[in-house]
């Protein structure tokens, strides 16, 4: 089976190096809009005609049945337009971890790192209001991540206001809500305390993979 993959960037092609390990048989096609980038500071509309645009050449292969939308950010607010768009495909977005960080916290307060756009979008704070309640939700400015980690210019300074707030407000897990930042996750755990986990995830959409897979087998 071949599976399409789509970020804004390289989230795509390390999503599809991740998914590779667990799926070693299947084709992962990527394709990515790094024109176009970032996405997270575009508004909903344009972020939506943008990943329409980008994922042409999957929609135009018949043999791509399931689509992953490697971008927090386009599936926060364009996947509900794309599954409308194409009924006969089936797309899997990443969505901020938040259900699981928000169940195993103790001390009820956690980090989420994601894009400007994800963070505003409706889909975003819908699932904080179903699933953090009752847990302080920290969204640090992340806005110039993306960019830099796209083009090689993230440094390991840019993490200290993070791992400052980390400590300083005593919180126990970290929310990786952009696919970019999986790029810079094991800077991220070497600098954190061993108390402070780091949530990502691919393990739950390779789960999701799975079944759709079998589903249609
Ligand atoms: N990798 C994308 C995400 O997961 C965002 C990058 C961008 O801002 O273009 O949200």
């Known amino acids: ?29 990527v394709v990515n809009d790094h024109q176009h980038l970032p996405y997270g500071d575009k508004t909903p509309a344009e972020i939506t005609r943008l990943t329409d645009r980008a994922i042409q050449p999957l929609i135009q292969r018949r043999d791509i049945k399931i689509i992953i939308i490697a971008c927090n950010t386009a599936t926060a607010v364009a996947i509900a337009y794309l599954r409308a768009k194409y009924p006969e495909r089936s797309f899997i977005g990443f969505e901020p971890a938040i259900k699981p960080a928000a169940s195993g916290t103790r001390a009820k307060k956690i980090i989420v790192l994601a894009t400007p756009a994800t963070l505003q979008s409706a889909k975003y704070l819908a699932l904080k209001k179903r699933f953090a309640k009752n847990v302080t939700v920290i969204e640090p400015d992340c806005s110039t991540w993306a960019a830099k980690i796209e083009n090689g210019e993230f440094r390991e300074e840019d993490l200290l206001p993070v791992l400052d707030l980390a400590r300083r407000e005593q919180v126990d897990k970290i ?14 755990r070497r600098k954190l305390p061993p108390t402070i986990a780091v949530i990502e995830p691919i393990a739950a959409i390779a789960r999701r993979l799975d079944d759709i897979m079998r589903g249609m087998c």
Do not use: Q, W
């Open 1 to 29: 089976m071949t599976i399409g993959v789509f970020d804004s960037g390289k989230g795509g092609e390390i999503v599809a190096k991740r998914l590779r390990r667990f799926f070693p048989k299947t084709e992962f096609v």
């Open 175 to 188: 929310v990786l809500g952009c696919t970019h930042y999986l790029d810079i996750e094991n800077d991220l």
